[in-house]
């Protein structure tokens, strides 16, 4: 009995004990103090019984963000058996994740997949096979990017930058002597570092950006307005020297600007920061007009996403605008950098190899379109992040924690190797209501400044293909004389080899738009109506001008002849002096518009001598609907 007591007495105890080992485990975890959490539960899972999803999700979360990814898979399969798909998106992602860190990309799309049919959001399935068809076709290329580890890299952490003219400002953890450690990975917290580009393109004398804004916490993720006049920076939020921690034991980060040309530093606290949220990672455009940046503020669509906001000439700022779907995705996006219409940044939830990879997206009619994973090279299994330009053209930095590198993050220099990355594309040329395929249509491509750059004839099926460069902005025209004009904006991808398919046009036939008077062919309008006794073009005149335009525009070798008609009311005269006005008046808009003044061979007056309807000179046997179709302009077809 004694016996018996005892036993129970120790499986109580191992009970309690395990009890309070996962509460402690649990607590260091929901502080992000992974490097304890995950010895404490080690030490539970050794005598546990019983283990619940959520455990197993903790302890694989745990090891996920201490990066070892051996471990967190391990546990996040156990979770996966027991919750399924549906149970927590952001842990469902890092599952996901985890299997991309180790190159399962086929079990990684597997996870996926089934997380998204089982959460049924509206053509977000689509959105990921469009994305997951384009990274197969990646993992299928070379890399198009020379990438070289930089000499001004430590042993610690260091990551970001940005230009103030030729100084390199970026982020660093080698500030042990100074800088406390974070309990988070026992790793020294960041600062502002700086480096200097020589002559030959190298980062050299390394050194702190300026100790006025040292504090003992985190600093870093810089960005400087065009003057470099202003410094905007994220930093841990204290209160004096002290970190500010808020009910849910988190201390957040603000984004700050500082006046560096000023002798005393006045850190400014930028107003969207919040008590309850993080906002770091700031870009300034390069007019200094608008601020990019992460954050996780409610109303997102995930843990960060980019925002923008404008800056006004006051130093104000407008609303934070969220950039949408199409870039922030259900886990981080980061990181921001717009050149041009083009914005860079890197995201956990796209496709792509693993951690974070740098895509881009252009902006087109004021939304930003689908994003374009970068490619390897400058993307890998690990996060990569940061992109930045530089100075030369195809050059820039990155920063990333891959295999290989000299400390926990580094920055690279890349060379995009542009001239080797051709993509094709192809399509059919239909007439739009007869749907059958148009031989000998013409597709023209202009390059963004609009100069012609490719062109190609369809077959006898219609369809035509041509080879563009990688990362490129064209307008490609679809033409055949006959019919109308259609046309497209066209960005082509980093792709090597990427044949984009059905880039079709359609296009309409104007062969109805002639009508032939006797042996005479004309262009079928509507009478122009002048004012009276006046020959300008109107707004209601233009609507019919706008027609003879389109047909010049669509049969491009037609000659015409302009002829204009008055009715027998006034002098022979003034009815001959106002037709050659009218005449004159239609050739010249014509003229205005863009057609060649060869393609009129002729515009002549020719008064009330040429009328449609005989009329008395007592102008008592015509009625007014007769007499308007006296007055005329005619457009006479020479040849076509």
Known sequence: MNYIYTLICCFVGLNVFAQSQLEKANTLHDRFIYVEAAKEYELYLETAKNVSAAVYMNVGDTYYHLRDFNNAKKYYEKWYTLAGPNSNNLQGYQYYDTLRFLKEYDKASTVVETYIKERQIDGL???????????????????????????????????GGSFSGNTFVFS??????????????????????????????????????????????????????????????????????????????????????????????????????????????????????????????????????????????????????????????????????VSANTLYFSSEGHVGYGGLDIYKSTLTDGVYGATINLGPGINSNADDFAYVEGKSKNTGYFSSNRDGGKGGDDIYSFKYNLKECIQSITGTIYNVETKKPLANAIVTVYDPENNEFRKVETNENGVYSLDLNCAQEYRVEA??????????????????????????????????????????????????????????????????????????????????????????????????????????????????????????????????????????????????????????????????
């Not at 399935?125 to 930089?150: C, H, I, P, Q």
């Not at 309008?525 to 027609?547: L, T």
């Not at 049969?555 to 106002?578: C, S, V, W």
């Open 172 to 337: 660093s953890s080698r500030n042990k002597d100074i800088n406390q450690i974070t309990e988070r990975d026992n790793t020294p917290y960041l600062a502002i570092y700086k480096a200097e580009l020589n002559a030959n393109g190298e980062l050299t004398d390394v050194g702190l950006y300026n100790d006025k804004l040292e504090t003992p916490y985190h600093d870093a993720t810089v960005s400087f307005s065009p003057n470099s006049k202003y410094l905007y920076y994220a930093s841990s939020f204290q209160d004096g020297r002290r970190k500010v921690f808020k009910g849910d034991k988190r201390n957040y980060f603000k984004i700050y600007r500082v006046d560096v040309t000023a002798k005393r530093f006045k850190k400014e606290l930028l107003p969207f920061n919040g008590d309850e949220y993080s906002v770091g990672h700031p870009f300034v455009s390069n007019d200094g007009k608008k601020l990019y940046f992460a954050s996780d503020m409610p109303g997102g669509y995930g843990k960060a996403d980019i925002y923008v906001c404008d800056i006004y000439e006051d130093g104000t700022y407008s609303k934070p605008l969220n950039l949408g779907p199409l870039i922030n995705s259900l886990v981080d996006d980061v990181f921001p950098f």
């Open 125 to 159: 399935l689509n959105a990921y096979y469009e994305e997951r068809s384009r990274f197969n076709e990646l993992l299928k290329g070379d890399t198009l990017y020379e990438v070289k580890n930089l000499d001004i890299n430590s042993q610690y952490a260091d990551f």
């Open 479 to 640: 033409s055949k004389p006959g019919f109308s004009k259609d046309q497209l904006q066209l960005n082509t991808d980093l792709i090597p080899g990427h044949l984009m398919k059905l880039v079709d046009f359609k296009l309409k036939d104007l062969s109805d738009i002639f009508v032939t008077d006797g042996v005479t062919e004309k262009i079928k309008i509507d009478p122009i109506y002048f004012e009276y006794y006046r020959y300008n073009i109107n707004d209601i005149a233009a609507i019919q001008m706008r027609k003879v335009l389109n047909a010049m525009i669509a049969y491009p070798e037609m000659i015409i002849k302009i002829e204009a008609h008055t009715d027998q009311r006034g002098t022979d005269y003034f009815n001959k002096t106002l037709s050659t006005n009218r005449a004159l008046s239609t050739r010249d808009w014509l003229i205005e518009n863009g057609i060649d003044p060869s393609r009129i061979a002729s515009a002549i007056g020719y008064g009330e001598s040429k009328p449609i309807n005989i009329c008395d000179e007592e102008n008592e046997n015509c009625t007014e609907v007769e007499y308007s179709e006296n007055r005329r302009s005619e457009f006479i077809v020479v040849s076509r």
